[in-house]
């Protein structure tokens, strides 16, 4: 007998959304992007836009997310997740269509991408996973990394002399007059989760009501990465990612209008 026959559904106070697929994850424990997938599936269940999405799957520790939540999807190769989205949303105007792109695809590889994309303004959502390295190849500095962060490529710490500076991309998008809302939530705590499903919502709505590009960055945290233990990676990410990558609202206005105040 399977665990879920154990389950009497009178007791059952969690549970999967539907666009969620019932697989296995290989996140690692505590890791965000699966907190992430879940609000998407949820939003996608909620707004009843299963058949009409189409995701753009990156590659990095996301790579599978086609795996998990139940929408039509196309890979794409590291950083250019922005221009595929282009040709399918430009040929699928009636679809909704979003990236999923960790800081080493969005901010690295694919800074061109992104950039030119969101300038563009294609109608597309574009969710920015910042954990801060690459994760998926052993915790390298990103653009993101913070300032004396250690990572396996910076073990002394990164060094703006050597490296340059943690790069605040989101507020680069946020000057482009393409995009209409840009903002950067976090998944650390449950008010943060619901504070970033009703931005994710938002987000999804203005793609739906074709106002533009928007751009959803996620402060997330790796804890293998990090090498800290699920909990100590949310604290550490508190004290300080989110002093240099403050959550809120950047940008909130239709195509081409400019930037309303923070
Ligand atoms: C063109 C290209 N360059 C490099 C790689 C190797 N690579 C695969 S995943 C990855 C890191 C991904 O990091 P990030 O985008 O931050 O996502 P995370 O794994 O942290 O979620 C890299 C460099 C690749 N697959 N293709």
Redesign the pocket.
């Known amino acids: 007998m399977e665990l879920k026959d154990l389950i009497k559904p009178e007791n059952l106070v969690y549970d999967k959304s539907k666009v969620q697929r019932d697989v296995y994850m290989h996140y690692c424990p505590g890791c965000s ?1 699966g907190v992430v997938h879940k609000i998407l599936s949820e939003l996608i269940e909620e707004l009843d836009i299963q058949d009409k999405t189409i995701g753009i799957a ?6 599978f997310a086609y795996n998990y939540i139940d929408v039509d999807w196309q890979e794409a ?3 250019r997740a922005p221009a595929v989205a282009t040709g399918v949303a430009r040929l699928n105007p009636e679809k909704f269509v979003f990236t999923y ?9 694919g800074s061109a991408e992104i950039m030119h994309a969101c300038n563009r303004g294609e109608n597309i959502l574009v969710i920015f ?3 801060g ?5 052993g915790g ?1 500095m ?1 653009p ?1 990394t913070l300032e004396g962060m250690v990572t396996s490529t910076t073990p002394s710490g990164r060094n703006t002399d050597l490296n340059g500076y943690p790069m605040k991309i989101t507020n680069l998008i946020a000057e482009l007059p393409g995009t209409s809302y840009v903002t950067r939530q976090a998944v650390h705590t449950a008010a943060a989760v619901r504070k970033c499903k009703r931005s994710v919502k938002k987000a999804i709505q203005n793609v739906l009501d074709k106002k533009g590009t928007s751009f959803v960055e996620v402060v ?1 945290t ?1 804890n293998s ?1 990090w090498k800290m233990t699920p909990d100590g990676a949310n604290k550490w990410m508190a004290e300080n990612m989110l002093p240099y990558y403050p959550l809120g609202d950047l940008k909130d206005s239709i195509k081409g209008e400019p930037i309303s105040e923070n």
């Open positions: 992007h990156p590659v990095g520790c996301a790579v190769a590291h950083g792109q960790g800081d080493g695809d969005l901010a690295s590889i996973i910042n954990n390295i690459y994760g998926m190849t390298q990103a993101t997330s790796c990465g």
